[in-house]
C-alpha cells in the first residue's frame, strides 16, 4: 500500500530555483516515488542567519512505496548530489529537503523526527505546503496545514516568486 509523504525544499545557493527545480526532478526520476503535486515557488527570509541569501521555497507531495527510513535515504542522497554539506544549522545551502509528514507517522528517533519537530513554527514550510495539501492532519495536533498556517506565531514574509502549482 503506497505512503503519503509531504517534502519541503529550499536553496539559496548557486541558482536556488534551479537547485530546487532538479531535486523535482531527481523525486521525479526515482521509480518508487510519484510526485503527486508541487507548490508554487517562494522567496524567504534566511531563519536564524541574516547575513545570507533569500532563500527560494517550495513543497512536494507524494505517493511512495518506500518507508519513511529509505525515503529519507532517497532525500539525504539527492542532497548529497547537489552538493549539499551539513555543517551547521541554519546555514545557506545548495538544496535542503525536509521531511515534512508521512502518513500518519510519529517518529521520535536520533536521526530522524516525523513529523518535522518545527514545521508548525514556519510559514516558509506551512504556506507552500498549504497551496498543495490544505487538508492533510498534522498526527500530533490533529489540525490540517491550512489550520496550522492560521494558528502560527510565524509572521515571516512569504512571497510567491513563480506561480508553478500543480
Known sequence: MPHIASLSLGSNLTSPFNQCQAAIRSLKANPAIQVMATASFYRT???????????????????TD??????FQIISDIERSQGRLRRN???ARVIDI??????????????????????????????????????????????????LLQRTDDRSEVSLIIDTAS
Open 66 to 71: 518506500c518507508d519513511a527510513r529509505t525515503l
Open 45 to 63: 527570509a534566511p531563519v536564524g542567519a541574516a547575513a545570507q541569501p533569500d532563500f527560494v521555497n517550495t513543497a512536494v507531495a507524494l505517493s
Open 98 to 147: 525536509d521531511l515534512i509528514l508521512f502518513d500518519d507517522l510519529v517518529l521520535q528517533a536520533e536521526d530522524l523526527i516525523i513529523p518535522h519537530p518545527r514545521f508548525r513554527e514556519r510559514r516558509f514550510v506551512l504556506v507552500p505546503l498549504a497551496e498543495i495539501a490544505p487538508d492533510t492532519k498534522d498526527p500530533i495536533t490533529g489540525l490540517t496545514i491550512r489550520e
Open 89 to 91: 544549522r541554519n546555514e
